[in-house]
DNA sequence: TGGATAAAGTTGACAGTATTAATTTAATAG
DNA sequence: CTATTAAATTAATACTGTCAACTTTATCCA
């Protein structure tokens, strides 16, 4: 007796479509780009239906992010070669992480930049959980190199792997921020910082055994 | 024959004032608090009259972040006491950063994730000015730990001090967007990055003469 | 002292924004 | 065909940054 409400999937396709328009703005013109009313334009309906879809503009930003998350997890992903050692896939990850977020200055900002962390909606679930996989990437290949005997950790390899996360994102994110010194190009801060990440992590006795280097 | 206009030392009383009620509204209300309107409202002037003292909001959002390095260089400069071995002083610096970062995680974030950097206008000069400080304090510090013998670097120390600053400001931003795997406190990781940062810092020879332990 | 002058400050206006409420459209079940 | 109701649109409110026109006011000079 009334118009049928759209099934899950209709409902996600909306959603979908409401994000990549927004994506498209983000892109093009950074975050002052992105408005419900801008979105609605390139959809071409009303300002306020996506209403519908997403409960406030926060809600449409923590989607950017996730989406953004997702986007470094593939990114890492495709760099780590599984006939490539241990130890060389945690060094492509590194470099994949960060050639990645500083190739795509603004959309590294969105992912870690996001100020209004937003109270926890429903919707930041897939947020968390997008973060989770992404680093979760990082973790298994920090465990596999240890596993095979060629990394000796000095911690946990949880806590190993938050500490190189955090190095490379903290780098990533200098770099993005335009905040390295001038002169100093990535290229020059890539090797040491990876070296100085995959060192560090590393006991002194792993380190005797193998002879120190790299 | 005409109005006399104000001293540079009245101009800069103003914008002072300015700054401290924007830093007020800040601190209480993040970025969302901070508008011309309320500044003006909590200085009793109009909402047009900061234009005189700042060409756009940009502008005081740059100072804003000037301001914030400033208070970063004063806390890690209170950090260090000479009278400590060098090594101890670059520890307790990482120690402060973190601390003072993660402490006030607005602040924090006003410093590192102010997405617009502005096109450079005069007054980024400043801005600029206040982010070579406070890095400086972290370059003579590894300086000094070198020169002392202390610390055998594996890179130059301006190097090696850009990634003492990428890892500390990794491990905070992470802690202050939230990104830290639940359940692991700050507590937790920050005496292993500061291990870690400084073990890795350092060639093998270094560990070797010193037989590793940090 | 009494304008003239120009800086400082105020007000009004415009274009945008997020968001909510009221309204309209349209599909479908009976 | 009609009642129902989800979806979409429109109207409206309350903000925002920014600029232009206007008013105030302190000073200098005649």
């Known amino acids: 007796m009334a118009r049928q409400s759209f099934s899950e999937h209709e409902v996600e396709q909306r959603r979908a479509g409401i994000l990549e328009a927004a994506m498209t703005l983000f892109e093009s013109g950074g975050l002052e780009a992105v408005s419900f009313r801008k979105v609605a334009a390139v959809l ?19 989607a950017m992010r996730a989406q953004a998350f997702r986007w470094m997890e593939r990114e890492m992903l495709a760099a780590i070669r599984p006939q490539d050692p241990p130890r060389q896939r945690l060094r492509s990850l590194a470099e994949a992480f960060i050639r990645a977020g500083v190739g795509r200055p603004q959309r590294y900002a969105l992912m870690f930049f996001g100020l209004t962390e937003g109270a926890g909606g429903p919707r930041s679930l897939e947020l968390a959980a997008a973060k989770r996989d992404a680093l979760d990437v990082c973790t298994r290949t920090v465990e596999a190199a240890q ?7 000095a911690v946990d390899p949880l806590t190993a792997s938050h500490l190189f996360w955090a190095g490379a994102h903290g780098l990533v994110s200098l770099e993005v921020a335009g905040q390295l010194v ?8 890539v090797p040491p910082m990876v070296r100085t990440l995959m060192q560090g992590l590393e006991d002194p006795q792993g380190l005797l055994l193998r002879q120190g280097r790299s």
């Open 182 to 189: 001038m002169g100093r190009s990535l290229d020059e801060l």
């Open 44 to 62: 071409g309906c009303s300002y306020a239906a996506p209403y519908r879809y997403f409960p406030g503009k926060d809600a449409l930003l923590v």
């Open 147 to 153: 596993a095979a005997g060629e990394l000796k950790l």
